[in-house]
């Protein structure tokens, strides 16, 4: 999900919200969160996507969480061919009305998943999931499994998450668990035998606040390449 930048971002339920049984909460919640403005994020590519994937060779993505489709696109732009899957219909919809604006509409599909309860088919040689955190109950780690599952033979599983609250939240929910990167990887729980990881790791970056204020906030990222063990990877 790329992300925000007014407002208070969510990070990962402490067992509050709905749970994945309450069909349609997740769609719900998020079809008013986009609603309620003419755009919730920024339209930039995630700073860790450009990092980490400015040079794969373009092949085959899957965009979870896609949110209004900045990262699909750019990696569209790029040469991927991109599967970009969100909850929200209004999001897929603006996602798509960028990507015809930027003449990149031939090289994403839009798909709408609940990813608690639906997942795209098909491999992929870069599986991206940026900011996957929800007020509506999430299964985080299930979710993380079943997207390291559709990652190709060579392939790359990137996965970037909030570790703290923004800097201009001055009240946050002592509830939320923010994971680490150590907690990624142990709820992928991948065998050393066929993945390697090369990047996992926490910083800081820079930001805008929702009144325009320069601010910061800490995130993570683990980056993890699908050993080709029939090229003797």
């Known amino acids: 999900m790329t992300e ?7 990070g990962s339920s402490g067992g509050t919200g709905p749970t994945p049984s309450d069909e349609g ?15 919730l994020f920024s339209g930039e590519p995630n700073v860790a996507l450009r990092t980490e994937a400015a040079d794969l060779p373009p092949g085959r993505a899957l965009d979870l969480g896609c949110g209004e489709g900045a990262d699909a696109i750019w990696l569209a732009q790029r040469g991927w061919r991109v599967t970009a899957v ?3 219909p209004t ?12 003449g990149v509409d031939d ?6 998943h609940d990813l608690a309860r639906s997942f795209p088919t098909g491999t992929f040689d870069l599986v991206s999931a940026h900011f996957l955190h929800s007020p509506v109950e999430l299964p985080r780690g299930q979710i993380l499994r079943t997207a390291a599952a559709a990652v190709a033979p060579g392939g790359t599983l990137l996965v970037v998450g909030h570790a703290g609250w923004p800097s201009w939240e001055t009240a946050p929910d002592p509830h939320v668990v923010f994971p680490t990167p150590d907690d990624v990887l142990a709820d992928l729980a991948l065998p050393p ?3 390697e990881v090369r990047v996992a790791t926490t910083y800081d970056r820079q930001l805008t606040g929702p009144d325009g204020q320069p601010a910061s906030r800490r995130d993570n990222t683990v980056r993890v390449w699908r050993r080709d063990t029939s090229a003797g990877g």
């Not at 998020?30 to 309620?36: G, L, S």
């Open 86 to 88: 969100d909850v929200s």
């Open 25 to 39: 909460a997740a769609e719900e919640f998020w079809e008013a969160r986009y609603r309620a403005g003419e755009r």
């Open 91 to 102: 999001a897929l919809l603006r996602g798509a009305r960028h990507a015809r604006a930027v």
């Open 4 to 10: 925000e930048i007014t407002g208070k971002a969510a």
């Open 107 to 112: 090289r994403v599909a839009w798909h709408r």
């Open 193 to 195: 035998q066929e993945w």
